[in-house]
């Protein structure tokens, strides 16, 4: 059988770094536009979107903080626009769903299950005269307290709000037990093969980012789902690259961006998510991968199509 091609993901600013912590890291409307299109040039055909305060870099769930660069990112590439329903951690699955509602996005994530979510050790990086904007300090720190919430209720409710939308999910699993409750929520009807799951790893209160763990998270999920899944693996921070090279090659799917890490390599920060985007592919192609086109994405993935999307 021809060996799959890799599709890149590209998560271009999430909810967990904050902007002091890199140059960097895009919040305002400007360049979350600038660097997701950079980014689907350098060859991500999934773009992972959350939205900031354009002021601030606040994480934003407000579908108006969306507003400004959606389109643009639609108008200059054919990249698969995925929209985060994970959004800021601590929020109600209502307020995190209302975005990828709204905007009927062709693919969206589904956080697997409840969990600690913490980086509340990054804050003893920085002295309080460092922090750019006041919400960033306490944010972070503070984190050690999060529950994020993705109960059972929770996920039903995101898929029967979502399901009029023919949206794919990208299941998000932080640790093997969030495997289990993917295929439970399969058997009761939520949601319907082939599924793409995404290998969370290296999380504070989820898996760590080691090989013996892809490989159990990979079994895990050969025994549930049979071929009736594809895969991604996103490691958190310096991991991020190593791992996602182990993934390509395990026949996966990989996500970069600096929502997930900040750096290019151990050490050292990126310049930007395209950055990234370039190093990971350059490692597949040259170990004789070749990445999936949008397009190519879509078909694999089974995706609506990007014309049928409310943005
Ligand atoms: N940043 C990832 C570890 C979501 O957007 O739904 C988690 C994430 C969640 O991507
Ligand atoms: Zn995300």
Known sequence: MAKQK????????????????????PYTYDDIAQQAIEAAEAG?????????DNETGAPSVDPK?????LPRIKQATDAVVNISTGGSL?????DRIRPAATFSAEMCSMNM??????????????????????WEKNYVANSDGNIFRNTFRD???????????NIKFEHECYDVGHLYNLKFCMEIGLFKAPIFIQFVMGILGGIGADLENLVFMKKTADKLFGDSYRWSILAAGAAQIPMAT????LGGNVRVGLED??????????????????????????????????DEAREILDLKGGGRVAF
């Open 246 to 249: 182990s993934a390509s090659q």
């Open 261 to 294: 890490s900040l750096f290019i390599q151990r050490g050292k920060l990126a310049e930007s998510n395209a950055q990234q985007v370039t190093k990971i592919r350059r490692i597949v192609e040259e170990l004789g991968g070749e990445v999936a086109t949008p």
């Open 90 to 94: 601590t929020l109600s699955i209502q």
């Open 6 to 25: 890799t599709i890149i993901t590209c998560a271009v600013t999430g909810a967990i770094h904050t902007p002091t912590m890199s140059d960097a890291l």
């Open 44 to 52: 991500a055909s999934i773009l992972h979107m959350h939205a900031r």
């Open 155 to 165: 996920i039903k409710e995101a898929a029967e709000t979502l399901a009029p939308h």
């Open 113 to 134: 299950g409840s969990m600690n979510f913490s980086f509340h050790p990054l804050a003893d990086r920085y002295k309080d005269d460092d922090w750019k904007f006041d």
């Open 65 to 69: 903080d969306f507003v400004p660069f």
